[in-house]
């Protein structure tokens, strides 16, 4: 069965300072990822993916992630925080079984950015 | 474009009344998609409609939840009678077919109904 683990519930950086949210995976198969990012009472927006093409994947507003198949990791990387980074962060992987395109979330990463 | 729409956003019930939610998926996806968002976790995929079929209901609770989408466009959620352990948001997510052999296809989601069970 396809998993991800998100390895902090909260990470807290200064503005400016560069962030690392962590995530591993686990998958039988070669997976596709996602990170998925959750502002307050608005809806889930898709940051970047992996699909099996380059493993350094750009997103939007800056963000990176690079997948390490020997770590089984897929960690969200930005060189430099802003105060508008705070948010919930997803690690997902696509799931197989049941029907297509089934997405499996991890619990979720809260990034708090102070000035 | 416009997203994918839900209604309402909150609603507060007692235990054992029942409360229905309302998703309109952005024009043209013929997939679509509700998650239920416990406080505190990821969300989970409860069902996946493609047109009017369901293609995916293995988590549902079925002896309470049920979901329909008539018309292939827009779906309604049930649970009838609610729990206190059915406090969540719950989210809706629509996409196109899928567009390779992977069965893969971007979701887009709604802003979500929190709802909260007495």
């Known amino acids: 069965a396809q998993s991800v683990t998100q390895l902090d519930s909260h990470v807290s950086v200064s503005e400016g300072t560069p962030v690392l949210l962590r995530c591993n995976y686990s998958?039988?198969?070669?997976?596709?990822l996602f990170w998925y990012v959750q502002h307050p009472n608005k809806g889930l927006q898709l940051l970047l993916k992996?699909?099996?093409?380059?493993?350094l994947v750009k997103g939007i507003n800056g963000f990176e992630a690079e997948f390490k198949k020997s770590e089984t990791s897929f960690h969200l990387t930005k060189p430099s925080a802003h105060m508008s980074d705070a948010a919930e962060y997803f690690c997902v992987v696509r799931g197989l079984g049941g029907g297509y395109n089934k997405l499996i979330f991890g619990a979720g990463t809260r990034l708090a950015v102070h000035p | 474009e416009a997203g994918v729409a839900q209604s309402p956003r909150y609603k507060i019930i007692e235990k054992r009344q029942s409360v229905a939610f309302w998703c309109n998926p952005i024009s043209g996806h013929a997939t679509l998609y509700w998650y239920q968002q416990i406080l505190g976790q990821g969300p989970k995929l409860l069902i996946q409609f493609q047109n009017n079929g369901v293609v995916d209901d293995s988590q549902l609770p079925k002896d309470r939840f049920s979901a329909e989408r008539l018309k292939g466009v827009d779906s309604t959620l049930k649970i009838q009678p609610a729990k206190l352990e059915d406090s969540a948001v719950y989210l809706c997510?629509?996409?196109?077919?899928?567009?390779?052999?992977?069965?893969?296809?971007?979701?887009?989601f709604g802003p979500g109904t929190r709802l909260t069970v007495l």
């Open positions: 998958s039988s198969y070669s997976p596709s």
């Open positions: 997510a629509s996409s196109l077919l899928p567009n390779n052999n992977r069965g893969e296809n971007e979701q887009f």
């Open positions: 992996y699909t099996s093409a380059a493993t």
